[in-house]
C-alpha cells in the first residue's frame, strides 16, 4: 500500500473542480507508481476503481488544503480530517458507541479527530454507507482490520484501514 499526500493540491489543476479534480490526482498518484491512468469508474456509492483493473484498490480524501489518495492490492479506506471547532461531545453523543465516547472524553479533540478519520476509513474500506458505520460500529479494538493513524501536521488528522 502507499499514501499520496498532496499540499494545496486546488493549485496543480485550478481548471478543474469536484470529481474531475479528484479523478486527476488519482492519476497523477498512479503515475508515480508507474500504474499508467486507465478510466476511473465508480460503484453505486461512489467508491472509484480503474476499470478493467478491479484488483487495484483506491481509496480518496480530501479536507482543507489536503487531498490523500491510498492505492494498495487489497481493500484500502483513507480519510483525511481539518480540526475544526463545533461541538464535538454532542457530535460524539450521535455518532459514537459508549466506548468511543469515552474515549474523546479521555482524549479530547485528537481523540474526537482520531476516530473520526478512522470511521471513515472504515466506511470506504468496506464499501458500506458512513451513516451505517457511523451509527451502529465502533473502529476501536477491531481484530478484523489495522488502522494507520497520523497527523500530516498539527490539526490535520489521517487514517487509513486496511484488512489485517
Not at 50 to 56: D, H, N, V
Amino acid at each position: 500500500m502507499k499514501i499520496y499526500i498532496f499540499e494545496n493540491y486546488r493549485e496543480f489543476f485550478p481548471e478543474r473542480k469536484g470529481r474531475g479534480l479528484t479523478d486527476t490526482l488519482i492519476k497523477k498518484a498512479l503515475e508515480s507508481e508507474n500504474l499508467g491512468q486507465g478510466e476511473i469508474v465508480r460503484d453505486e456509492r461512489g467508491k472509484p476503481f480503474i476499470k478493467g483493473r478491479e484488483a487495484l484498490f483506491i481509496s480518496a480524501s480530501h479536507s482543507g488544503e489536503y487531498f490523500v489518495c491510498a492505492i494498495s492490492d487489497a481493500p484500502v479506506g483513507i480519510d483525511v480530517q481539518e480540526e475544526r471547532e463545533g461541538r464535538l461531545s454532542r457530535i460524539s453523543k450521535r455518532y459514537f458507541s459508549a466506548e468511543e465516547q469515552a474515549y474523546v472524553k479521555e482524549r479530547g479533540e485528537a481523540g474526537f479527530f482520531s476516530l473520526w478519520t478512522r470511521k471513515e476509513a472504515y466506511a470506504k474500506y468496506t464499501g458500506r454507507g458512513l451513516e451505517e458505520i457511523m451509527k451502529g460500529t465502533s473502529v476501536l479494538g477491531r481484530e478484523d482490520v489495522d488502522f494507520v493513524d497520523f497527523q500530516i501536521e498539527k490539526g490535520i488528522y489521517c487514517s487509513c484501514c486496511v484488512k489485517r
